[in-house]
C-alpha cells in the first residue's frame, strides 16, 4: 500500500535521507529539533480512545497547542530564573509531551522524573541541584509545584523573548542505588536519530508500515532513556503515530493494539515475558494435546527462519489473535536479560522481536538488526550504531563510546563534561560471538560463591526459574553468602507452595549448585515494586537483609495460606463496598449481591470491572450466572489463579 504520510516522497527511504540531510545543514540545537519534529504539520501525532471513538491529533494541532500554552507556563515560572532545571513528573500523555516541550520553549531544561523512585530520593535530587519548580500531575513536593493542568491552558499573551532550552536531563534507574543526572543536548540527539535512521537501511523489517500507517505504542516511560530516544524521539522527528493508552492493564493493552492497529512496541523484558507466559498458560488449558501441537509449530516456524513466516501467519493466526492481532511488524526488548524461549515464541507466531542494549549515561546504541530467526532468537544486541563503538576489556565488561553519549553526568553535586574520544565502562558483561554482543548481567550483580567462583545471576536465574514461581532473584546475604530467593504470588494452594520447594531444590542440583548455594527462600511478595520496570537486585537484597520480605516457612504453610485467603476475602468486600458505593462494614462474605445488599445490574457490571482489573482475570459469561457472594467471586480468582 502507498503510504501517504511521508512528505511528497515515494518511498520512506527517501523522506528520511531528506530529513537527515536537511537536519544537517542546521545547528543541532533543541530549538532545530522542535522544528523538525513538527514539520509535518498534517501528519497524525497521536491517537486515543474516546469513548468508542479514535480521536487523532496532528502534529500541526499539537505545535499549536504547544506555543499557545508555552505564555501561560512562563508566567507560572516568572520567578524561576531562565536556564534553571524544572521538573517533570507526570505518567505518559500527550500532556507530558506538550509540557516537555513547553518548558525548553519557555528556556528551561527538563528534569525527567523517575515516577519509580522514592519521595525521599526525589526530594534529594531537588536539593542537591536546587530545582526550584516541579509540574506534577498532582503529587506535591517541597519546592513550587505546578498542576499539570495549568500548564496546557492556552494564553492570548505573546511569547516574553528568551533562549530556547539547551539540555534535557535524565535520571538513572537507580537499579544499583546510585541515581545519576545525565544531561543530553540537541547534539547527542542528532547522532541518535541518525543512529535511527541507519537501522532502517540495514533492517527493512523496522519501516515497515501495515495499511500505509506505522503507529507506536507508548508502554514505555518517556522519563527513562530507552522510551524517550527509541520510542518517542527516533519516531516524532520522522512524523509518525503514537497510540497513548488509558491504562496498563493487560486486557486495555491488547484490546488498544488491535483497535488502533499498532505496529511497533518496545519494552522492557517484564511486559514480554509476561505476556509470553499468560500465553502459555492459555494454550496448556486447552489441554495437554493441544499444548504439544502448539510447540511443534513454534519449533517448526522458527526452524524455517524467513520461509517460515506464511506458515505462522496461517498455522498461529489464533495466537496472534488473542494476543496483539496482525498489524504487528517491530517488537523490541530493550534493559536486561529475556530467556531465549521468549524470543522463540514471538518470532515463530510470526512477530518479530529483536533484543537492544542502552543505557542512561550513553543512549540507545545497538538493537539486533537481522531477519533471521535463528540469530534474533540468540538474544544477540546486535553491534553498536554508527555513530557507537565498543569494545570488551579482558574482565569481560562492555565499553563505549562516540557522540551519541550524554554531554555530561552529574552524580550528587558532581558535574563531569564527557571526553567522547574516552572509553565509558557500562558495568555490564558481554561476550561477543560473530561481531555480535550478548548481555550476559551487571558485574555488581556476581555473587561470590563460597569457594570463591563467581556467580551471575543473569545466567542462573534462567536455570533456577521453576514452574508454580513467579520470579527468583539471586543475591548476597547478611555474611556475603549465595541466596536464592524465589517469589510465589496470590497462591492459595498448600501443595504448589510445598511443589515449589522441591523443583527448586531439584534445579539447584540439575545445575550442580546445590551445594554452592544452600539458602533458599520463598516469599509471597512481589520482588519488583508496581512502578519498577526491571528487577533491581540491590532493592531486592536491601529488602531482604532488613526483613522486609515475608518469607514462607515451609513448616507452616497452611497457616500462611489461612492468612493469604483472610486477605483476599476483605479485598473482594472492597470491592463489592466500591461497585455498590458504599461502606463495606456490614457485608458478609456470604451476602447475596442482589437479594441481600440490593445491588443493580449495572452495580454488577462495575464489580466485574473493578475485580477484573484487579487481579487480572476473565470472568467467563457462565460463571456470571453463578458468581454473586464474595466467597463464591473468592473461590473463583482461586481457582483462576
Not at 502459555?280 to 493441544?290: I, M, P, S, W
Not at 558485574?443 to 545471576?457: A, H, K, T
Not at 508454580?468 to 555474611?479: E, Q, R, T
Not at 516469599?523 to 529488602?543: F, G, N, P
Request: proline content about 2%; aromatic content about 10%; charged content about 25%.
Amino acid at each position: 500500500m502507498k503510504l501517504t504520510n511521508i512528505g511528497g516522497f515515494d518511498t520512506i527511504d527517501r523522506f528520511v535521507a531528506y530529513k537527515i540531510d536537511e537536519y544537517r545543514k542546521r545547528e543541532k540545537t533543541l530549538q532545530t529539533l522542535f522544528e523538525f519534529m513538527f514539520s509535518e504539520q498534517d501528519n497524525v501525532m497521536a491517537e486515543i480512545t474516546d469513548g468508542y471513538r479514535i480521536k487523532k491529533v496532528t502534529y500541526g494541532q499539537f505545535k499549536a497547542d504547544i506555543l499557545s500554552a508555552a505564555p501561560t507556563l512562563a508566567a507560572l515560572l516568572s520567578d524561576v530564573p531562565k536556564g534553571s532545571m524544572v521538573g517533570l513528573y507526570l505518567s505518559n500523555s500527550m500532556e507530558w509531551i506538550r509540557i516537555f516541550w513547553e518548558i525548553l520553549v519557555c528556556g528551561y531544561r527538563p528534569l525527567l522524573m523517575n515516577t519509580s523512585l522514592s519521595d525521599e530520593i526525589l526530594e534529594g535530587i531537588l536539593a542537591d541541584h536546587s530545582v526550584k519548580a516541579v509540574i506534577s500531575g498532582g503529587k506535591q513536593f517541597s519546592v513550587k509545584t505546578i498542576n499539570a493542568e495549568d500548564a496546557v491552558v492556552a494564553s492570548q499573551q505573546p511569547m516574553p523573548v528568551c533562549p530556547f532550552g539547551d539540555e534535557v536531563l535524565f535520571m538513572s534507574s537507580g537499579t544499583t542505588g546510585n541515581v545519576k543526572l545525565c544531561a543530553y543536548t540537541g547534539e547527542n540527539f542528532f547522532y541518535q536519530i541518525c543512529d535511527s535512521a541507519n537501522i532502517i537501511k540495514q533492517c527493512p523489517r523496522m519501516k515497515e508500515h501495515y495499511k500505509g500507517e506505522l503507529k507506536q505504542l507508548v508502554l514505555l516511560p518517556f522519563y527513562h532513556v530507552f522510551g524517550f530516544i527509541a520510542v518517542y524521539l527516533w519516531f516524532a522527528f520522522f512524523s509518525r503515530t503514537f497510540v497513548f493508552l488509558k491504562d496498563l492493564n493487560p486486557v486495555t493493552i491488547q484490546n488498544t493494539v488491535k483497535k488502533h492497529e499498532v505496529t511497533h512496541i518496545f519494552a522492557v523484558p517484564m511486559v514480554w515475558d509476561k505476556v509470553y507466559r499468560a500465553a502459555q498458560k492459555q494454550v496448556r488449558a486447552r489441554g495437554e494435546k493441544t499444548y504439544r501441537k502448539f510447540s511443534r509449530a513454534i519449533k517448526l516456524s522458527n526452524k524455517l527462519g524467513t520461509f517460515g513466516e506464511p506458515f505462522a501467519k496461517a498455522a498461529l493466526h489464533e495466537v496472534r489473535e488473542s494476543l496483539f492481532g496482525d498489524s504487528i511488524r517491530f517488537l523490541i526488548s530493550g534493559g536486561g536479560a529475556l530467556d531465549r524461549a521468549v524470543f522463540e515464541f514471538y518470532n515463530g507466531i510470526g512477530y518479530h522481536l529483536a533484543n537492544g542494549y542502552g543505557m542512561t549515561e550513553i543512549g540507545i546504541t545497538s538493537v539486533e538488526k537481522s531477519n533471521k530467526q535463528s540469530v534474533l532468537n540468540t538474544a544477540s544486541v546486535g553491534a553498536p550504531f554508527g555513530y557507537t563503538e565498543y569494545r570488551c576489556d579482558e574482565t569481560g565488561e562492555l565499553l563505549v563510546k562516540g557522540r551519541t553519549r550524554s554531554a555530561r553526568i552529574i552524580e550528587g553535586t558532581q558535574s563531569r563534561e564527557t571526553d567522547y574520544d574516552e572509553w565509558f565502562h557500562t558495568g555490564d558483561l558481554v561476550s561477543v560471538r560473530n561481531g555480535r554482543y550478548y548481555h550476559e548481567g551487571r558485574m555488581d550483580d556476581v555473587v561470590i560463591g563460597s569457594g570463591g567462583e563467581n556467580l551471575n545471576p543473569t545466567l542462573l536465574e534462567p536455570l533456577l526459574t521453576v514452574p508454580g514461581c513467579d520470579a527468583v532473584c539471586l543475591i548476597s546475604g547478611a555474611d556475603r553468602e549465595p541466596v536464592l530467593l524465589a517469589s510465589v504470588q496470590g497462591c492459595f494452594s498448600q501443595s504448589r507452595i510445598h511443589k515449589v520447594f522441591d523443583t527448586l531444590a531439584q534445579a539447584l542440583a540439575d545445575a550442580k549448585l546445590d551445594r554452592t548455594i544452600t539458602t533458599v527462600c520463598v516469599t509471597s511478595d512481589a520482588l519488583m515494586e508496581v512502578t519498577d520496570i526491571k528487577i533491581s537486585r540491590h532493592k531486592v537484597r536491601e529488602k531482604y537483609l532488613v526483613g522486609q520480605f515475608c518469607m514462607i516457612d515451609r513448616a507452616r504453610i497452611s497457616e500462611h495460606i489461612d492468612a493469604v485467603i483472610s486477605e483476599l476475602e476483605a479485598e473482594v468486600i472492597a470491592c463489592f463496598a466500591k461497585a455498590l458505593e458504599r461502606e463495606g462494614e456490614g457485608i458478609g462474605a456470604d451476602d447475596h449481591f442482589f437479594r441481600d445488599l440490593g445491588g443493580t445490574s449495572l452495580d454488577y457490571f462495575a464489580l466485574l470491572e473493578i475485580l477484573k482489573n484487579k487481579y487480572a482475570v476473565e470472568i467467563t459469561e457462565s460463571a456470571k450466572e453463578r458468581l454473586f457472594t464474595v466467597w463464591d467471586f473468592c473461590e473463583y480468582i482461586k481457582t483462576a489463579k
